[in-house]
Nanobody
Framework: QVQLVESGGGLVQAGGSLRLSCAASGRTLSTYAMGWFRQAPGKEREFVAG????????YAADSVKGRFTISRDNAKNTVYLQMNSLKPDDTAAYYCAAPKDPYSSVGLTGTEYDYWGQGTQVIVSS
């Protein structure tokens, strides 16, 4: 059974930074694409960033491009989301996700992922 545990959320002022972590157990992440998603109250879940299993190619939503960076440390079986220049609109619960099958492409809609963490809350004050 795959378990994903996010951490690193919190309350930060606009312009500040946070680094989210997603630690996996039950499998080795090195051959799996990984994604970060977020959901704000009253809004649909949205893709934030993803990273491929091979070469660590990254993808980011337009709304966070240039501010958020996804990375992975396969030795620690952990994926990170570095968030800089945070804005109040970034306030949401953030979730990491993993697919069931290895060697797959990075999914952008969420339906490609089978395992989700419990989420970590990020609140950005103005």
């Amino acid at each position: 059974q795959v378990q994903l545990v996010e951490s690193g959320g919190g309350l930060v002022q606009a312009g500040g930074s946070l680094r989210l972590s997603c630690a996996a157990s039950g499998r080795t992440l090195s051959t799996y694409a990984m994604g970060w998603f977020r959901q704000a109250p009253g809004k649909e879940r949205e893709f934030v960033a993803g990273i491929s299993w091979r070469r660590g190619i990254t993808y980011a939503a337009d709304s966070v491009k240039g501010r958020f960076t996804i990375s992975r440390d396969n030795a620690k079986n952990t994926v990170y989301l570095q968030m800089n220049s945070l804005k109040p609109d970034d306030t949401a619960a953030y979730y990491c996700a993993a697919p069931k099958d290895p060697y797959s492409s990075v999914g952008l809609t969420g339906t490609e992922y089978d395992y989700w963490g419990q989420g970590t809350q990020v609140i950005v004050s103005s």
